[in-house]
């Protein structure tokens, strides 16, 4: 096996987020689920639009959203999703290559347009997520470089791009193509409704071994496997999966590993602004420490340092230097 060039290659939605600040009256007139993410078409992404505040305007997604961490914490990192060839495609494209990460795969001519989350911020740092996927469903098994797989330590995989058929089927190839090289598979399950709907694909991949990281935080952990014990989740999954991480906000995290349990407190933070991108940037950070061949404690201490950095300000990609935080609190 050929020692890889990448350490984390990603497949997951090409977004833009539209954020902006509101109050809580909004969330209500607007019949928002405060705090949650909801899946909408053209007409309400229109609608939301309209009925924001001042926004800016920032490239997401949330498998890209951890590969800039990464890249912040000096990873060598590509992406693969599938922009329009739009003007929110070309904002994209170059905000993540501006980053440092690879990202080669062809803009899409046509409808629909590129894929935009609009946020809605409250002042308790809540984010309410409306999220038009556009052409970022649309990704073709095609667009897969399996040599760019191939060279990579860890594939990492966001499970929101797995409702939408085209790119699932995306998803299944590249997998096969990272395990025939004898490459580690990395999943996030991103949310619970998506366990609703596809958790029986999940537990079937966990089975037969497909997935070698699991990332989960607490809700995902109950939905997928049942038990409203956190512990009990734990005690479930733990030995079906080699490398387990579950986040639980405030309360910091827990990974399992060869039957052992690593716990990490959240770091501490002044005032939490925007919890955006706070479970991307903690498998950024505990990815990047991974492939470092760090203890896991270490990993989740990185994890926990990328999380508070990117809740302390508006959107989900670092702004300050994550290595001068990680270096000030490790050494």
Partial sequence: MTQPSTDVIAIGNAIVDVMAPCDDALIEQLGLMKGG???IDTQRAHDLYDAMGPAREISGGSAANTLAGLAALGANCAFIGQVADDQLGEVFAHDIR?????????????DPPTARCLIFVTADGQRTMNTFLGASQYLPAAALDEAAIADARILYLEGYLWDPEEPRAAMRRAIAAAKSHGRKVAF???DAFVIERHGADFRAMIETGEIDILFANHVELEA?????DFDKGLADLAPKVPLLVVTRGAEGAVA?????RFEVSAEPIERVVDTTGAGDLFAAGFLFGHVRELAI?????????AAAEVISHYGARPEADLQALIKARLG
């Fill in 37 to 39: 993410m909801t899946l």
């Fill in 98 to 110: 501006a980053g440092g990460i690879a990202f080669d795969t062809a803009a899409r001519a046509g």
């Fill in 188 to 190: 996030t399950l991103s």
């Fill in 224 to 228: 997928l496997t049942g038990h409203g």
């Fill in 256 to 260: 399992i590993h060869a039957g052992e």
């Fill in 297 to 305: 404690d270490q990993c989740l201490t990185i994890g926990a340092i």
